[in-house]
């Protein structure tokens, strides 16, 4: 019989990458009917990034998974797979993730995508820190990106202000599980309810591409490509409810006490979302990574790009414990917990 070690997923790279541009919320304003004023107040967006004509997912996910590489103080040549988690493909195939492989010079190693919207890298964490305690892989790229600017509707106040563009990435290590040594991943829990898949979508721009659909309803923006709708007042009182109870669930999973969490690392929708999740794990705001002002939404960039800002800030310390928790389109909510094994 094969005797199998007992491996854990460390995070031993973290980096992330925001594009150029910036819009503010003063500039958005002389494009469409809305103030700073409303979005601040509303969401806590003072501004966002927006990938350059010529960049691509691929590009900005490349630039984040360079950095943590350097970070991880490794080369593309140490990498055995790579993931990225995005909503905005730079093609519809292949993967971004593939691309993205080519673009860091890596060869012949597997290169995936997954699609969770908003959740992709909770996903994306839960799915490779699995495939890493399985022993499949020593070293994994998981990459978020995204360039939500080119799936919206910029006529639209009501969406186009929520979201912006970028990427963060983390390279996860397998090490053999040391009792003595507690640190990295300890587990995930992952949920989807397809009964709210109206409330938070982006149709297909291809009209034959969503069988029985009349073409007519279809939403082409001026671009030409799909655009998110959104009934923002809904998805806004399910988001709350279910990260409340996700971050209970994976609490209790694990057997963990709020009072234990060092630090929340929540998905970057709106600040009165973040707040409420807070509130429920009784956490003081400083104990949360905040980048919504400067970011807005990034989708599945948006969690790794909150993890690098506190970590290039200096602020986590060996042996703290972070919460990931994100919620996004399908509904797909999910959330990990990781014990902080770099130094
Ligand atoms: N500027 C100015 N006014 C705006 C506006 C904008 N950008 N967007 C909407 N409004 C107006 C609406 O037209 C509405 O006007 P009315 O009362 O005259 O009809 C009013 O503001 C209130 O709209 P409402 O949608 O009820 O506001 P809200 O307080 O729910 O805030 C969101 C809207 C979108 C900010 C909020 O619902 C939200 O954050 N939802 C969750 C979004 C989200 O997280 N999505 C991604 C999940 S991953």
Redo the contacts with the bound molecule.
């Keep these: 019989m094969a005797l199998y070690k007992e491996m854990t997923t460390h995070m031993i790279g973290v980096g992330g990458y925001l594009p150029e541009r910036v819009l503010s919320n003063d500039e958005l304003s002389t494009m469409?009917?809305?103030?700073d004023e409303?979005?601040r107040e509303?969401?806590g967006i003072c501004q966002r990034h927006i990938i350059a004509k010529d960049q691509y997912t691929s590009d900005l996910g490349a630039e984040a998974a360079k950095q943590a590489l350097q970070d991880a103080g490794l080369t593309i040549d140490d990498i055995d797979a790579i993931v990225v988690a995005t909503t905005t493909p730079d093609l519809i195939f292949p993967s971004t993730a593939s691309i993205v492989q080519h673009k860091l010079g890596g060869k012949d190693f597997p290169a995936w995508d997954i699609q969770a919207?908003?959740s992709g890298f909770v996903y994306g964490l839960a799915q490779v820190d699995g495939m890493m305690r399985g022993g499949m892989f020593n070293r994994v790229l998981l990459i978020g990106a995204e360039s939500m600017s080119r799936i919206l509707d910029w006529q639209d106040?009501?969406?186009c202000?929520?979201f912006g563009d970028g990427a963060g990435a983390v390279v996860l290590e397998a090490r053999e599980s040391d009792p003595n040594h507690e640190g990295g991943m300890i587990g995930s829990v992952l949920h989807c309810d397809g009964s709210y898949r109206n409330l938070?979508m982006a149709k297909h721009s291809h009209p034959g591409a969503v069988p029985g659909e009349d073409a007519a309803n279809l939403y082409i923006d001026s671009a030409g490509v799909a655009a998110v709708e959104?009934k923002?007042?809904e998805?806004?009182r399910v988001?709350v409810t279910k990260l409340g109870e996700v971050v209970g669930e994976v609490l209790d999973k694990y057997g963990i006490k709020q009072s234990e969490i060092d630090w929340l690392v929540p998905?970057q929708?709106?600040i009165?979302?973040l707040q409420a999740t807070a509130k429920k794990l009784k956490m003081n705001q400083d104990r949360m990574a905040v980048t919504v002002d400067r970011h807005a939404?990034t989708?599945s960039a948006s969690v790794p790009l909150a993890l690098n800002h506190i970590y290039r800030e200096g602020k986590l310390k060996l042996g703290q414990l972070l919460l990931f928790e994100a919620?996004?389109?399908g509904f797909a909510w999910g959330a990990n917990l990781v014990r902080w094994s770099k130094d």
């Design positions: 469409v009917a809305t103030s409303w979005i509303r969401t919207v908003c106040r009501s969406t202000v929520l938070l959104m923002g007042n998805v806004f988001a998905h929708a709106n009165r979302i939404n989708s919620f996004g389109g």
